[in-house]
């Protein structure tokens, strides 16, 4: 199993331009969810999904979409990029609700100018 | 709100050292808790869990009890390694078709040899 996967691992945008994270995981969770890791805050929810065609708002949605078409894939779309978005993405799925361990990728750094 | 707060690192040890690190949380309910560790360029994985009072989650001669009188969950091992390097998040996640955890903001842990 390759579990959570992430692509790019790195990418530099400017600012106004839109790009599409792309998050997989190959262990048929139903939950996945998208955070951003920045300096002294932890990690915050932007996004999350209970299942395929079901997708709600975290903590920090503003600027971010998601949809969730099948159990395997979450992509995180920026529509209008800002130097605020700048930050460590990380994807994570797990079986089910948020007593269960959930499983991160290896992250995306974005950079944003 | 429900939240997180573990100590302000970094935390500089010498090889052999005992860890504390400590965590509390404010929360409705009855969450479970967790630690999750980061290693450099890394995403975060699963160290331990407890899931209810007075449990004890231990993994990798780690050990942390959920007290519920005290609201915390600090993270301990008596003996620590250079490879024990990393940044540990303490995090609370509910049940009942949630998909969130909400985290500390991280203590970078330095063993030094």
């Known amino acids: 199993n390759a579990g959570v996967t992430q692509t790019p691992k790195f990418q530099v945008l400017k600012t106004g331009q839109s790009m599409t994270l792309q998050c997989a995981q190959d262990m048929n969770h139903e939950y996945m969810s998208w955070y951003r890791q920045d300096p002294g805050m932890g990690l915050r929810l932007i996004h999350y999904?209970?299942?395929?065609?079901?997708?709600d708002q975290g903590e920090v949605p503003n600027g971010y979409n998601v949809s969730r078409s099948t159990t395997e894939d979450f992509p995180l779309r920026l529509l209008s990029a800002a130097p605020s978005q700048t930050s460590v993405y990380f994807c994570?799925?797990?079986?089910?609700?948020?007593?269960?361990?959930?499983?991160f990728g290896p992250g995306t750094r974005l950079t944003v100018t | 709100g429900d939240s997180v707060t573990q100590m302000e690192g970094p935390v500089t040890l010498s090889e052999e050292a005992f860890l504390t690190i400590n965590c509390t949380y404010t929360a409705t309910g009855y969450p479970s808790l967790f630690w999750y560790v980061q290693y450099p360029g890394e995403g975060l994985q699963l160290l331990l869990k407890a899931t209810k009072a007075d449990d004890k989650g231990s993994n990798k001669g780690f050990e942390a009890t959920y007290r519920k009188e005290t609201t915390s969950f600090h993270l301990e091992k008596g003996s620590v390694q250079v490879s024990d390097s990393a940044v540990y998040f303490c995090a609370l996640g509910f049940s009942g078709g949630y998909n969130k955890l909400i985290f500390g903001a991280g203590t970078r842990l330095a063993v030094h040899p």
């Open positions: 994570a799925s797990s079986f089910a609700g948020g007593e269960n361990e959930q499983y």
């Open positions: 999904s209970v299942g395929a065609g079901i997708t």
